[in-house]
């Protein structure tokens, strides 16, 4: 990666940041900061403390996330957060549903917020894809049911851009998959997938 790859980055962020296209989407974005890898992380959305706490992944589902990456591949958070790039499908917090819970963001905030990840696939041309989530996996691939689409390396091309993609169940404690069969077999499956990705392995020895 070039240094103008990081200055572009670095512009398209603070672009990013910038951002009002959605009007229920409750600002600041949430960037994980400029940081040049072929491992790129799709999350969903912010919750409620990520804006606050100023980055992605920063809590309840942060600490299953990093948990899952330490005991599964040795990499733990700092090394993660400095050797991936963290995406979102939306990078705001969407509010509060009125029945509790964090919203689920609509089509239309979606595509307002798909310019900005096409421009990053674009910018970093990344490896490997890993979407978190079923709103993020549906970004890349057909989002099926988690025990079809968990455990398995798919390919796929979005933005001009061709990459491996291997997916993740969200790790909110909102839904037990994870932790019960076949989702923890299924998850322990995934894990090792990245882990045995040379991109993942490039990032590991940087």
Same mark, same amino acid.
């Given at each position: 990666?070039t240094?103008?790859?990081r200055? @572009?980055?670095?512009?398209? &962020?603070?672009?990013?940041?910038? =951002? /009002?296209?959605? !009007?229920?989407?409750? +600002? ?7 940081v ?15 804006p ?5 992944f920063a ?19 700092? @090394?993660?957060r400095?050797? &991936?790039?963290?995406?979102?499908? =939306? /990078?705001c917090? !969407?509010?509060?549903? +009125? ?9 239309e ?6 310019r900005?990840?096409?421009?990053e696939?674009?910018i970093l ?12 996996i549906?970004q890349?691939?057909p989002?099926?049911?988690?025990e079809?689409?968990i455990?398995r390396?798919f ?13 993740? +169940?969200?790790?909110s404690?909102?839904s ?8 923890k ?10 882990a045995?990705?040379?991109?993942f ?6």
């Amino acid at each position: 990666m070039t240094s103008r790859t990081r200055q @572009q980055l670095g512009d398209h &962020i603070e672009q990013l940041k910038a =951002c /009002r296209l959605c !009007p229920q989407m409750i +600002p600041p974005v949430v960037s994980g900061g400029a940081v040049v890898s072929r491992v790129f992380l799709v999350g969903q959305a912010p919750g409620d403390k990520e804006p606050k706490l100023g980055r992605p992944f920063a809590w309840t589902a942060g600490k299953m996330l990093f948990r899952w990456f330490r005991e599964a591949t040795g990499v733990d958070e700092e @090394q993660f957060r400095s050797g &991936i790039y963290m995406a979102a499908v =939306c /990078r705001c917090f !969407p509010g509060k549903k +009125p029945t509790g819970g964090d919203r689920v963001p609509s089509p239309e905030e979606v595509a307002n917020c798909s310019r900005w990840l096409d421009r990053e696939l674009d910018i970093l041309k990344p490896a490997l894809v890993i979407p978190v989530g079923k709103l993020a996996i549906g970004q890349f691939i057909p989002a099926g049911k988690l025990e079809e689409i968990i455990g398995r390396h798919f390919s796929a091309t979005r933005a001009g851009i061709s990459f491996d993609v291997i997916p993740l +169940p969200h790790p909110s404690g909102a839904s037990p998959w994870p932790r019960m069969e076949p989702g923890k077999t299924l998850v322990s499956k995934a894990l090792k997938l990245i882990a045995g990705h040379p991109a993942f392995n490039e990032m590991k020895c940087r």
